[in-house]
């Protein structure tokens, strides 16, 4: 990219010259939010200017290769890009669009090869039985990019240098315990949560961020509130064993706990494949009983029904055909949820949901159970919503009401879990995703608290990346199994320059 001074696919499709104004604004903002990053402190000593720095964030995850083995890959992509589905309809819909953005696009058009660039592919095998080969991976990737980051990167002739600047790191929770070593994670929460008061209290933590699970309750969301305020103004331990190269040599943001921040939050994983699933599941459960039919198999199969009907007219992929007890987890004592792994079911089902509710409102109306779900299930779409249909950066006004509505969601699932425990249903199970959100929550109203501009969290949400994964795991698959990483290379570079060819 350097030698033919092409950055559009960092860029969102401009030039580095036709993003100047976009960069600057960036930093401007992102200034704003994060004052004691150490880049500031390079901009001022004029290393580099802000023109010429890139935001990126890495991504990584585990792909399936060759015989249903792992593979990680790892890669690169630019902060913003161009734009989402949400944000198209959003421009197309409402007149005053323009007036509410400010010209910085999500990432999520186009497909993952035009958008994420390939950095390390390595088969499972490699790295499984040996830890040293998992950090050499990171630390010669994340060499590379300090090197980048701190010389800049050489565009040739009289095109000067850019740098690129990674802000963070993407993936799913359980990348984000191996890629950063972390030692306070969902995997050291205790087993059974919820079902008695303090079983969540003491521990060795269930969150990298704060202090939740060791002597807070992260299901107490005023003590969890008070936890993450804390980690801005106190420092923690560390929450990892091993330091990893990505905040020991990258630049960090400087504030109290700042490192601990660069391993992001992803609300997509924790909501559409994770509370989301148990949320549609276990609303569905409570629901069927409003649906006239006397056999639970009937029941489903109304619902069922009705589901497809509804993505025909929203013009939605209903993803799963067949829908009975259990694709929401088999009913009677089992633990509902929901069974499928895409998505796309689940926001379809959260969508679905909202109507189904809104069409039996006098019946949803008369229980305060269905009244909190159907309240809850609308709080949690407004949220969704409005972090894709937006920009990279949200408007203060916009972050504090994306950030209330989300608040409201996560206190409608506590509600209705302690409501169900206390009936003896198996509904609404905690697990420390909901947490996850929370800290969503807390970080969009904090920054709509300081400054104009809030960071939208659909920055880090990996639903894209999971097609660039998914892309990359089926060039795996087509190659040499003893030679994967490096025939892996030569085909990604051949089919990225049919991509970029195209545009
Ligand atoms: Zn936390």
Not at 3 to 23: P, Y
Not at 132 to 144: G, I, K, S, T
Not at 149 to 168: K, N, S, Y
Not at 478 to 494: M, Q
Request: with cysteine; proline share 4%; glycine share 8%.
């Amino acid at each position: 990219m350097s030698k033919m001074n092409d950055l559009s696919h960092l860029l969102g499709g401009h030039s580095l010259q036709e993003a100047r104004g976009m960069l600057l604004s960036f930093w401007a903002k992102y200034r704003a939010l994060f004052p004691q990053h150490q880049l500031w402190a390079e901009v001022e000593s004029h290393r580099k200017t802000l023109d010429r720095c890139l935001p990126i964030f890495l991504h990584g995850d585990e792909g399936v290769a060759y015989k249903k083995g792992g593979v990680l890959v790892l890669s690169m992509q630019g902060a913003f890009g161009h734009g989402s589905r949400a944000s198209e309809r959003a421009k197309r819909l409402e007149e005053n669009y323009r007036a509410l953005s400010d010209g910085i696009p999500l990432n999520f058009l186009r497909t993952g090869f035009q958008t994420r660039l390939l950095i390390c592919v390595c088969p499972k095998d490699m790295y499984a039985e040996d830890r040293r080969v998992w950090n050499a991976l990171f630390e010669n990737a994340v060499a590379d990019l300090a090197t980048a980051q701190r010389e800049g990167v050489d565009l040739g002739g009289t095109a000067g240098r850019i740098f690129p600047i990674v802000l963070g790191n993407k993936g799913d929770w359980s990348y984000l315990v191996s890629s950063a070593n972390l030692e306070r994670s969902y995997r050291r929460a205790p087993k059974g949560a919820g079902e008695n008061g303090d079983h969540n209290v003491e521990g060795p933590g269930v969150c990298h961020l704060c202090t939740c699970g060791q002597g807070t309750d992260w299901e107490d969301l005023n003590a969890a509130d008070a936890a993450m305020d804390q980690a801005f103004t106190v420092e923690l331990p560390v929450p990892w064993d091993r330091e990893s190269p990505m905040t020991r040599e990258l630049l960090v943001d400087n504030s109290c706990n700042g490192k601990n921040r660069f391993h992001c939050i992803d609300p997509w994983h924790a909501l559409h494949l994770g509370i989301g699933k148990a949320w549609v599941a276990s609303g569905i459960m409570m629901l069927q009983h409003l649906v006239p039919e006397t056999q639970v198999d009937k029941r489903m199969r109304a619902i069922g029904a009705e589901y497809r009907s509804f993505c025909r007219r929203q013009k939605l992929d209903p993803v799963i055909r067949r829908i009975d007890i259990h694709s929401f987890g088999g009913g009677g004592a089992n633990e509902a949820n929901g069974t499928w792994n895409k998505a796309a079911v689940t926001s379809n089902f959260m969508m679905f949901l909202q109507e189904f509710c809104e069409q039996r409102a006098a019946m949803v109306e008369g229980d305060e159970r269905l009244r909190i779900f159907a309240f809850g299930t609308k709080r949690i779409n407004t949220f969704m919503r409005g972090i894709y249909s937006g920009e990279v950066f949200l408007p203060r006004a916009t972050a504090a009401e994306l950030s209330k509505a989300l608040y409201e969601f996560i206190k409608a699932y506590l509600y209705e879990a302690h409501a169900s425990a206390h009936l003896g249903l198996p509904y609404f199970p905690l697990f420390p995703k909901l947490h996850f959100l929370h800290e969503t929550a807390h970080e969009l109203k904090r920054q709509s608290e300081i400054a104009d501009y809030a960071f939208n969290p659909a920055v880090y949400s990996c639903a894209l990346d999971e097609d660039f994964i998914g892309r990359t795991a089926v060039i795996t698959r087509c190659v040499s199994p003893r030679i994967i990483a490096k025939r892996t290379l030569e085909r990604y570079l051949c089919h990225i320059q049919l991509a970029w060819a195209r545009h």
